[in-house]
């Protein structure tokens, strides 16, 4: 696989310290990049922070990029292993609160993204939304996976690409992730059939 001519034209552009060639492939590809990080953090900050640093990854890396290889596999690749990056650093915030005035002894909370807020999950009626919600809860390996092959639609040997692993690993890890999927919609009393998964 190529990149397409149009965007070969504005990465040797941007090599040669055209800014105007680099801000049209951020304008190109922003939205892609965008969705993915969303669909990955969950948290529109954190994903609007992840699509930049991964455009500053692009633009710092632009120089090793292999232009006999797709530009927009190469993005994909940068932000997917970004936003899990993320994720795997998501850490509760330990806090320590006084148990009583006069005793030193403190009591650790930790506070963690637990999620969607009592008020969201209520709202959440609709099978998609339901799957989606189950995506979120996979190991970030998996995640990945499930996010380039279902929400970007690439194929198997693009997300091999794009994740920097062999063909077989990608559909084992798709395979795990629909297991993962199966159990969790049997467990709130959903049959897979119901996915075709």
């Given at each position: 696989m190529t990149t397409p001519p149009e965007d070969l034209d504005l990465v040797r552009r941007s090599l040669d310290g055209d800014e105007r060639a680099f801000a049209e492939l951020v304008s190109r590809y922003n939205g892609a990049l965008y969705r993915l990080a969303w669909r990955m953090l969950?948290?529109?900050?954190?994903?609007?922070?992840?699509?930049?640093?991964?455009?500053?990854?692009?633009?710092?890396?632009?120089?090793?990029?292999?232009?006999?290889?797709?530009?927009?596999?190469?993005?994909?690749?940068?932000?997917?292993?970004?936003?899990?990056?993320?994720?795997?650093?998501?850490?509760?915030?330990?806090?320590?609160?006084?148990?009583?005035?006069?005793?030193?002894?403190?009591?650790?909370?930790?506070?963690?993204d637990g999620g969607p807020t009592p008020e969201g999950q209520y709202g959440r009626t609709s099978l998609r939304e339901m799957l989606d919600a189950m995506v979120v809860k996979l190991p970030p390996i998996y995640r990945a996976v499930v996010e380039l092959r279902y929400k970007q639609q690439l194929a198997y040997e693009e997300i091999a690409e794009v994740l920097d692993i062999p063909l077989g690993t990608v559909k084992a890890r798709l395979h795990r992730a629909h297991h993962h999927l199966k159990d969790r919609l049997q467990a709130a009393g959903i049959g897979p059939e119901a996915l075709d998964l």
């Open positions: 969950r948290n529109d900050e954190e994903a609007r922070d992840a699509v930049q640093e991964a455009f500053l990854r692009v633009h710092r890396g632009l120089a090793s990029f292999d232009q006999n290889r797709k530009f927009s596999t190469w993005v994909l690749r940068i932000a997917t292993n970004h936003c899990i990056d993320r994720i795997r650093r998501r850490r509760g915030i330990m806090l320590s609160i006084d148990v009583d005035d006069t005793d030193e002894k403190r009591v650790p909370i930790v506070l963690v």
